[in-house]
Each structure stands twice: as structure tokens, then as C-alpha cells.
């Protein structure tokens, strides 16, 4: 069995990176607007975000779905 997944964009990218490149890319402010999430807009970190989307499945696919629709 092959580990390749050609359709999926994200394999191989971990939470904690794309979160990286997403607060890199717009910055805590307009993360906590772009995707109205606590862990964005009230004393945000890398750490507590990652906490919280690992638990909340909603959360983790809105912040996926955002990163694909970003044109780094």
C-alpha cells in the first residue's frame, strides 16, 4: 500500500504548519476574523490554538479549508 495521496492537498502538512503559515501570513487579527474562534482573538498562541483545534473538528476543518484558499 502506498503512502501517496495525490488528492489530498494537505498530506504530508501538519496542524502546528499550517497554523504557522496562516498567523505568518495574516497575523492574529485577521486570523480571529477571517475564522471567529476564541483561541484567535483573546491572548493567541500557537500552543493554545493547536490545543484547541485538535479537540474541536469544526475549528480544524474551517482553519484547513482557509489555508487551501490562500494564495501564499
Not at 502538512?13 to 476564541?38: D, F, K, N, P, Q
Amino acid at each position: 500500500m502506498s503512502d501517496i495521496q495525490p488528492n489530498n492537498p494537505l498530506h504530508g502538512l501538519s496542524l502546528e504548519t499550517l497554523l504557522i503559515r496562516l498567523e505568518a501570513h495574516y497575523g492574529w487579527a485577521v486570523l480571529g476574523e477571517l475564522i471567529a474562534i476564541r483561541c484567535f482573538t483573546h491572548d493567541p498562541s500557537i500552543k493554545s490554538s493547536l490545543k484547541f483545534l485538535r479537540k474541536t473538528p469544526w475549528a480544524r476543518l474551517k482553519v484547513e479549508e482557509l489555508y487551501l484558499d490562500t494564495d501564499f
